[in-house]
């Protein structure tokens, strides 16, 4: 049985010994000579770019598995079944390579259809990529085939006389010309190096520097910032190893030092573990996942070498694992409410197979990326990481990573790697929270559960849509609460939900039923709402979180806040008020039931009716459940509308280039009505996921346990006692129990069992240049305090007064205290 060998750190003196050794175990003969090499270059370089080439084959192919044993073989099976596919479909002919890839625009320019040609061109890389793979790869029943390998020559030669080369003027879209083709055809000269004779590399290398000139990462701006120059860095530093350049690689390796700083301001990772694309998306689990595997791969690729990447602002990415990636990662999957317009990307239809995405497959490669920055980090940074990924791994039930059918054999390498790694002990889930106000949002975590909240402002958009991707978006930024279990409801969003979902009723969000277009507000995540108050505070523990929602396109206006607590989330809205001439809802829960949609559904302990479709209005309800889910209580009592539907769609609905093959999936929807054009409408729930239908009656029963202290425009508050709890978001300046505060401003109190509290202050608007607040409980002495704070009265009442506020960009103040 043959297995891949495993890459270790690379040492600076291992790395110049080790480029034969690799590559003959890979299976491609690694030679000295570097094609095209400068006058300059010399015998060291060569060996040197020869070590880079074997090094990046191992880590685009995989290593340390056995392509006999599962699920390699399987994998490899059906890569060679592929290639044999597009092998047989393959036909150059004037304007395409493959008869369904026509790239010849007649009209080019950047228009849509113009993006479809030169989408096309870069799908024409691609699948001689994967004609590649099955090449050099064991298993795939065409390794080493000389007419395979003939075919990738002819097509690599096609494209290049055709489309590809130093005198075309780009068309469509700038990243097939800038990113995707030139990955996959430098991809392709690393693993054909042996079969490229000087005169076709320097053909290519010319086509790639004049569609990626060293100019491309000259500013960083535009479409040269974050994941973006990451894949513009990597293009540069294979061109630089292909070519035994030592100034491209050199440059690749610079142009990656502006991604590493934290920003204040547009894209990139910001110190609360925000991260940005394009200007106002929050994206750590699309872009961000481009980034992270990136940085890993050219981490990896150049440690060692003479172009090390030894910027000491790269120990930013690697707290930023657990800092910025690590909160919205579940049980294998990452929350959608980072993953920006690639939610829409459910399932297409590409070379004669469909390929499925959803949450736990866009998580997968984010783990395997995990793994290989590992090995550039401390000893005690990867031990922990890869503790973290095993316990990902282990807890995927719902979409195990090693059955993950669009990973890669070297992502899935990687996750092997791990999950036999005797040594490694599975970390569990953690509980907490975690408030990034740098992208409006939030992730909290109970026991046995977690959930996340997506809220927009004028610096972070509703939401995103373009190349015709998410083009029903429009409230997934309106308070959008999402949640899943520890054993269960992890496929919510992953199961066709995107494409049947009522877009106008998204869990936890205020809406208008104001008909919208596909794609309204613009692309590129443009449209902004005019608003300030977005945030809240937390202690890591629990959280105080509001959003002043303005709708898209939409008189709407509302104020919504979320109190996270230990075992529930309360939920409170007020002010709701529209001119829309439509009604408007806040939706308490839109539950994907599945295919099936059985589950019991229970109101103040009568189970209801299991048919589909039904509904039924209830008033003045205490509480409900969904079997095998959660439980809601209402404070007070409420009125609102629970419907069973089965609704229908295609991933096509919400994705120009998806599935048009209908889906079907039931829901149970819980909403309230606020009717049309409401003024002053509001909401109170809680939701505890996980919860028995016993342990939320018990909760509704126990009337103490919670007080809405408030819930109007001007303030919304509550108080836990048995928790010492007590958080208000004050929209305006105002009195709300035991809290005075002289203006807008989020406040969560916490008194603790050892005579201490602990008060956490923040300005969400980042406006506030001062801010009086008074707690009405006796305080002997102030523990600890920010700098912010100017002073501190203690006595019968706790006074504290702020400095300037708009520097802290709405973060949590916390200020500890002795009780009296």
Known sequence: MTTMPRLSRWSRRGFLSASTGTALALGLAARASAAVPSAAATAAEADEFA????????????????????????????????????LSTMAPATGSLWPDLVYADPEPDTDQESYGYSANMNASYTRLHTLTQACVRPGTGLTGDADLKAAILTGLDHLQAEVYNAGQTRYGNWYN?????????????????????AARLAGFLAAVDHFVPDSAVASYSGTSTGANRVDLCRVLALRGIVGASAAK???????????????????GLYTDGSFIQ???????????????????????LLAGSTWEVTDANRQIVFDAVENAWAPFLHNGLVMDGVAGRAISRGLTATDAKQIQQDDHLRGHPIL???????????????????????GWMQRDYYSPPMSDPSLSLAGLARLQGVQDDTTVTALAEPTGHRLFTGMARATHRGP????????????????????????????????????????????????????????????GTTASRKVLADAAGGDWGASLPDVNWVGGVTDGRRASIGQYLKGLQSTLLAKKSWFCLDDAIVCLG????????????????????????????TVDGTVRSAASPWSQAFTGASWAHIGGMGGYVFPGGADFTARREARTGAWSDINKGGSTTALTRTYLTLYVDHGTDPTGAGYAYLLMPGATAAQTQARAAATGWLTVLANTDGQQGVSVPSSGFTGVNFWFGGTVGPLVASDPCSVMVTEKGDGTAVLCVSDPKRMLTGLTLTWDRAVSAVVSKPSTVTSATTGSALTLTFGDLTATAGATQKITVSLA
């Open 249 to 267: 690689t050199a440059l690749a390796r610079d142009a990656l030092s502006p991604v590493f700083p934290y920003v204040t301001s547009g894209d």
């Open 368 to 390: 395997a990326a995990i793994v290989l920055l590992g090995l550039g980090a401390s000893g005690t940074e990867n031990a922990r990481w890869r503790a973290l990924v095993k």
């Open 448 to 507: 046995g559960w977690a959930a996340s909240i997506s809220m927009a402002d004028r610096r972070i958009t509703y939401y995103e849509t373009g190349n015709g991707e998410n083009l029903r978006g429009w409230h997934t930024g309106s308070g959008m609460l999402y949640w899943w279990g520890d054993t269960y409801a992890n496929g919510q969003y992953s199961d066709a939900f995107w494409p049947t979902v009522d877009p106008y009723r998204l869990p």
């Open 177 to 197: 010309w800038q990113i995707g083709a030139p990955q996959a055809l430098l991809d392709i000269c690393v693993l054909l190096y042996d079969d490229l004779s």
């Open 51 to 86: 070590t880079l080439r074997a090094k990046w084959s191992t880590l685009v192919l995989g290593e340390g598995f056995s392509p006999t044993a599962e699920p390699f073989r399987t994998r490899l099976t059906e890569l060679g079944t592929t290639a044999a596919q597009l």
């Open 574 to 601: 007020a002010g709701i008020t529209s001119t829309d001439g439509t009604a408007v809802e806040s939706t308490i829960e839109n539950r994907n039931l599945g295919a099936t949609g059985g589950h019991t559904f």
């Open 278 to 300: 394009h200007t106002t998306v929050p994206y750590t689990g699309s872009y961000g996942s481009v980034m992270l595997g990136g940085l890993g791969m050219l981490f990896a």
